[in-house]
């Protein structure tokens, strides 16, 4: 059983922003972004040594402000993007980069009931207009010699930190603050999506990202201050489909002409938090909220989910697909713990591993073939509880299918596998 054992690894600083590594996949490398209120904030990259169950890292600086997002290029495993709130001006009273927290007015709840010592949500609201905080979004190139292998002394790099380099801003003030980037599925690593207050824009990227320019844009319309909270783009239809959350509200668009092509109003009771589309079957889509809740969705008929998972007992920030085993879905809450389940009946193999008419010899019953057909059931494999604080992203890795990270706000980072048993009940 010592292989199951968690790895865990601490930040200094509160976090909420992780993403694993895509574009080279030889290394177990998961990237963290801080929110540090009063230190320049820091990009940790978590190596995993997978044999010897330790962890290196390397400690960028991020000057610009507090990572609310973060991504990693598809094409280039030295550029990311990030999402981040910068001071505007000087607030008279000292009330200062606290306020911050509000991005967009949308993530403040998540501090104030589950994470000691913050002020309440009250006292960000009321001073959020002052303070002026804007959220933006760039593209960064990580420094090329981080990457040379100098692990030994784990320390050296906490102390001298290397600078992230910007590539180019994704801003643009007439669209709002930035909520994420997102990034073409299996791209070039030249087409990337920023979703800010209520307008999605599609970016080309050109001369090695040092510019961005829109190419089209899609615009949320309909009463009051509508605003994105989070996306995801399908990695299926060609890439030329975005799935959106804002309020209690999924929609689908075509990046094509940038219409609506689908819409779930009141997906879940509350807010609506993440989105993550199944990587083997083109139309199903889960999302997380506020009411607790975990649904499954067929995108084709959105009058009721396909499946609901009531795992958790406070708002769920986070849900995601296994890339290569897609009934395993892990969940990420404010009740501090990490929910894996095995969604065998909505998975691309619903039946388990389907026995061939050939390998079934013809003197052998129909017995097994019967078997075969009976779809498996949904359970929840495991529950993760090393987290003590609101556990705000989750993530699998995208050199190993059996392993992930998750975050909570207090910077505890903890490394997981999927249960040995499980493993090979599905290997076999």
């Excluded at 002394?153 to 669209?175: F, K, R, V, Y």
């Excluded at 713990?337 to 591993?353: A, D, T, W, Y």
């Excluded at 990270?405 to 596998?417: E, H, M, P, Q, T």
Aim: charged share 25%; glycine share 6%.
């Amino acid at each position: 059983m010592e292989d199951d054992a968690p790895v865990i690894y601490g930040l200094e600083f509160q976090a909420r922003a992780l993403t694993a590594q895509t574009a080279e996949t030889d290394a177990i490398r998961f990237l963290v972004g801080t929110q540090s209120l009063k230190f320049d904030n820091q990009i940790h990259i978590i190596d995993f040594d997978d044999e010897n169950n330790i962890i290196n890292k390397n400690v960028l600086l991020h000057q610009a402000g507090e990572i609310w997002h973060i991504a990693a290029s598809p094409a280039d495993k030295a550029v990311i993007t990030t999402c981040y709130n910068k001071k505007d001006s000087p607030v008279k009273g000292g009330h200062g980069v606290k306020e911050g927290r509000t991005q967009g007015e949308y993530l403040w709840e998540g501090e104030s009931s589950f994470t000691l010592c913050q002020p309440s949500s009250a006292h960000f609201s009321s001073h959020a207009s002052d303070s002026r905080v804007v959220s933006c979004a760039a593209v960064w190139r990580m420094p090329s010699d981080w990457d040379s292998g100098s692990h030994e002394s784990p320390d050296d790099s906490a102390h001298n930190p290397q600078t992230l380099e910007l590539l180019c801003h994704l801003d643009d003030i007439a669209h709002g603050n930035a909520a994420c980037v997102l990034w073409e599925p299996m791209g070039d690593g030249k087409r990337v999506i920023s979703l800010a207050d209520n307008h999605a824009l599609l970016w080309d990227l050109q001369e090695g990202s040092t510019q961005a320019m829109v190419s089209s844009t899609a615009t949320l319309e309909g009463k009051g201050q509508l605003k994105f909270i989070s996306g995801k783009w399908s990695p299926h239809h060609n890439c030329s489909q975005l799935a959106t959350a804002n309020d209690t509200t999924i929609r689908g668009w075509d990046l094509r002409t940038m219409s609506q092509i689908y819409c779930i109003e009141n997906a879940h009771g509350q807010l609506v938090r993440d989105l993550d589309f199944n990587p083997n079957r083109q139309y199903y889509l889960a999302s997380c909220g506020d009411d607790c809740k975990v649904k499954f969705w067929d995108v084709r008929n959105v009058q009721e989910p396909v499946k609901t998972l009531e795992e958790h007992s406070h708002w769920v920030w986070s849900v995601r697909y296994n890339h290569s085993h897609d009934q395993l879905v892990l969940t990420a809450s404010s009740d501090s713990r990490l929910i894996l389940s095995n969604m065998v009946s909505i998975s691309s193999e619903p039946f388990g591993h389907l026995v061939d008419d050939e390998e079934l010899s013809e003197g052998e019953d129909n017995h097994q073939e019967d078997k075969s057909k009976e779809p498996l059931k949904d359970s929840v494999v495991s529950t993760y509880e090393e987290h003590e604080d609101s556990v705000y992203a989750a993530e699998w890795s995208s050199a190993d299918p059996w392993l992930f990270a998750s975050l909570s706000y207090d910077g505890r980072l903890v490394i997981n596998r999927v249960p040995r048993a499980l493993k090979y009940r599905i290997l076999l």
